[in-house]
Each structure stands twice: as structure tokens, then as C-alpha cells.
């Protein structure tokens, strides 16, 4: 399992660092959020509020392309004639994703910090709220990566994979904006604070069990034929 995993994860990262223009794009993006935006917005909950949906933006791109971009490209075929299993190629292209996305969104939130820090900012968040809050991110993090990769594999195209997850994705990520505005308050009490924690991990943790065990239960054929039935289905409706 994990010698396949490594595979999928080697092919994933030579594909990542193949698109030089990306890699600047992410450069920039980091400097832009987290150095030049934290100078003229002084609101941690802003900073960060740009920085969650900028990363959820790109997790949903990324996953959009994961397999609905090499059934358009004509390379799924060929990648699940190896011996790699259908539910460890979907795995491994989320958790890539997901590695890809937390070290994005951490170098940018560690740039906000210092920059908050250099410029004489207040924190506005004490260490364990900054804990909460990272676990918040994961979550987000992790669901867009599975959601997303779960509806690549069973949608045609990449413009269908990147609507799909829409809805799910920026929810929680409103979501974890709520959290990060309850925490940053300090006005909420602590039995209020804990309910919202405990909803938002309890809704995230469901939905990431759920994902996983739809991702476990999918096999090779089975990611080539939801292509196919759904294709046919549509042909029959013209």
C-alpha cells in the first residue's frame, strides 16, 4: 500500500513542478497575502479570511485536474492499467493535494504572523486559539481534498469536476471563518466557544469519514464506468 502510494505521490509531484508558471504564480500569491495585504488590513480575521479561500481556490483546481483532467487528456485509461489500485491512485492524488495546500496556506499564515509581529500588529489570537484554528484548517483542507478528488473521479470533465465541490467546500470554509470570528472575539463565552468548535469538527469529521470510505469503495473499473454510464445517460437525454 504504501510502496504504492509513494508511486502515485512521485508521479503527482513531477506533474506539480512541471508548471514553472504556477510556481511563480504560488510565489507571488504568498507575498501578496502574507507580507503586503497584512500592512493595509490590520484584521486578523480578513488576513486570513483571503488566505482560506485563495487556498480552497486552488485545492478545488487541483483536484478538478487530478482525474477528470487525464480522462480529458486521454492518460486515465493508461494509468489504471498498472498495477496500481484504483482507490491508492485516488488517494494518493488527495494526499498530495492536501500536502500541496498546507504547506501553501502555512507559509502564507506564517508571513501574516510575522508581518503582524514586525509591523507591531496585536495578535488577536492566543496559542491555543491558533491551535483550534490550524486543526479548523486541516479539516477544510482535507475535505476539499478528498470531496474533490471523489468528484474528479466521477465526473467527465474538469469543468464538471470543479463545480461538484462547490457547495461543500466554501461552506466549510465559511464555517471555519465562524470559528476563526468566535475565537478572535473574545467576547463569546467559553461554553459557546467550545459548542462551535465541537459542531465544526463533528460536521468536518463526518464528512471526511464519508469521503473515505466512498474513495475506499472505488475500483478501477468502476472509475472508468461512472465516465461512461454518465455519458451514455446524457446522449439518451438528447
Same mark, same amino acid.
Given at each position: 500500500?504504501?510502496?504504492?502510494?509513494?508511486?502515485?505521490?512521485?508521479?503527482?509531484?513531477?506533474?506539480?513542478?512541471?508548471?514553472?508558471?504556477?510556481?511563480?504564480?504560488?510565489?507571488?500569491?504568498?507575498?501578496?497575502?502574507?507580507?503586503?495585504?497584512?500592512?493595509?488590513?490590520?484584521?486578523?480575521?480578513?488576513?486570513?479570511?483571503?488566505?482560506?479561500?485563495?487556498?480552497? +481556490?486552488?485545492?478545488?483546481?487541483?483536484?478538478?485536474?487530478?482525474?477528470?483532467?487525464?480522462?480529458?487528456?486521454?492518460?486515465?485509461?493508461?494509468?489504471?492499467?498498472?498495477?496500481?489500485?484504483?482507490?491508492?491512485?485516488?488517494?494518493?492524488?488527495?494526499?498530495?493535494?492536501?500536502?500541496?495546500?498546507?504547506?501553501?496556506?502555512?507559509?502564507?499564515?506564517?508571513?501574516?504572523?510575522?508581518?503582524? @509581529?514586525? +509591523?507591531?500588529?496585536?495578535?488577536?489570537?492566543?496559542?491555543?486559539?491558533?491551535?483550534?484554528?490550524?486543526?479548523?484548517?486541516?479539516?477544510?483542507?482535507?475535505?476539499?481534498?478528498?470531496?474533490?478528488?471523489?468528484?474528479?473521479?466521477?465526473?467527465?470533465?474538469?469543468?464538471?469536476?470543479?463545480?461538484?465541490?462547490?457547495?461543500?467546500?466554501?461552506?466549510?470554509?465559511?464555517?471555519?471563518?465562524?470559528?476563526?470570528?468566535?475565537?478572535?472575539?473574545?467576547?463569546?463565552?467559553?461554553?459557546?466557544?467550545?459548542?462551535?468548535?465541537?459542531?465544526?469538527?463533528? @460536521?468536518?469529521?463526518?464528512?471526511?469519514?464519508?469521503?473515505?470510505?466512498?474513495?475506499?469503495?472505488? +475500483?478501477?473499473?468502476?472509475?472508468?464506468?461512472?465516465?461512461?454510464?454518465?455519458?451514455?445517460?446524457?446522449?439518451?437525454?438528447?
Amino acid at each position: 500500500m504504501m510502496q504504492h502510494l509513494g508511486a502515485v505521490l512521485s508521479i503527482q509531484r513531477r506533474l506539480f513542478f512541471k508548471d514553472k508558471g504556477m510556481l511563480v504564480f504560488y510565489g507571488i500569491s504568498m507575498v501578496g497575502l502574507g507580507v503586503i495585504l497584512p500592512i493595509f488590513v490590520r484584521e486578523l480575521v480578513t488576513q486570513l479570511l483571503l488566505v482560506t479561500f485563495m487556498a480552497t +481556490t486552488l485545492q478545488k483546481q487541483w483536484t478538478a485536474e487530478s482525474v477528470a483532467g487525464d480522462r480529458e487528456n486521454r492518460t486515465l485509461e493508461s494509468l489504471l492499467s498498472s498495477p496500481l489500485p484504483g482507490r491508492t491512485i485516488l488517494l494518493g492524488k488527495a494526499l498530495f493535494n492536501l500536502l500541496c495546500a498546507t504547506v501553501y496556506t502555512l507559509a502564507i499564515t506564517t508571513c501574516v504572523a510575522i508581518t503582524r @509581529a514586525a +509591523t507591531g500588529t496585536p495578535a488577536q489570537l492566543t496559542p491555543a486559539g491558533w491551535v483550534v484554528y490550524g486543526a479548523a484548517v486541516l479539516c477544510v483542507l482535507t475535505i476539499t481534498a478528498l470531496y474533490g478528488v471523489l468528484c474528479s473521479a466521477r465526473a467527465e470533465t474538469v469543468r464538471q469536476a470543479g463545480k461538484r465541490p462547490t457547495i461543500v467546500c466554501y461552506l466549510f470554509s465559511i464555517l471555519q471563518v465562524v470559528v476563526l470570528t468566535v475565537l478572535t472575539m473574545g467576547e463569546v463565552p467559553m461554553e459557546a466557544t467550545a459548542l462551535i468548535c465541537s459542531v465544526f469538527f463533528l @460536521a468536518a469529521g463526518s464528512v471526511i469519514a464519508y469521503t473515505w470510505i466512498r474513495i475506499l469503495r472505488m +475500483t478501477r473499473p468502476g472509475m472508468i464506468e461512472v465516465a461512461k454510464q454518465r455519458g451514455a445517460a446524457r446522449q439518451a437525454g438528447r
